[in-house]
């Protein structure tokens, strides 16, 4: 396991003598199967983007806007994008990968955000996939239109707080306005 989740930081190295999985792993105690499931899937690289599926279909570029770069998890634990909207939802998300994706420590907010994360990018690569007219067009095979982006991103921030709802979280409220609010007086890394 320690092996995969090395493969999917790269180019981040991971320093496995500072990180005690131990801990990631018992955090994950109070949880039912279900959302273990989820962070174990976060971490073992199975989440159910288009890069991964097998057979010939189509493959999306990253669902959240970036260009050039294709719909896989490698992407996703960087992606600049998908980070402004988790960190939209939670402001408590640390700047730090290792951090946010559970492997330092973890407390129980923490998984349950993760659990967040999975469900929010799965609902989105779901309406992905059953609106495949709109988002695979041949204009959009490098990066979204800028109208599917703003489609992504709300399916993204419903799902994420439905699955926070579930949870007793309260996130703050999704709007684009909010979200370009937010970062005109976002004040940096905390
Ligand atoms: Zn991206």
């Known amino acids: 396991m320690t092996e995969s989740i090395s493969t999917l930081f790269q180019p981040c190295e991971l ?98 955000h993760i659990c967040c994360v999975f469900s929010a990018h799965h609902a989105t690569s779901a309406h992905v996939k059953q609106n495949h007219d709109t988002y695979g067009t041949a204009d959009q095979t490098k990066q979204f239109l800028i109208q599917s982006q703003r489609r992504t991103w709300s399916i993204f921030a419903e799902a994420y707080e439905a699955t926070a709802r579930d949870f007793e979280l309260s996130c703050p409220r999704y709007t684009l306005a909010a979200i370009i609010q937010w970062h005109l007086s976002y004040e940096g890394p905390n």
């Open 15 to 112: 320093d496995w003598n500072s990180i005690q999985f131990n801990n990631s792993i018992s955090a994950l105690q109070p949880f039912n199967s279900g959302n273990v499931m989820k962070v174990i899937k976060s971490w073992m690289n199975a989440w159910t983007t288009s890069s991964r599926m097998g057979g010939a279909h189509y493959i999306y570029p990253c669902l959240f806007g970036c260009k050039d770069v294709t719909d896989r998890l490698g992407h996703y634990i960087e992606c600049p994008m998908m980070f402004s909207l988790w960190k939209f939802m939670h402001r408590g998300l640390s700047i730090q990968a290792t951090d946010r994706w559970g492997f330092n420590a973890p407390n129980k907010r923490d998984i349950i």
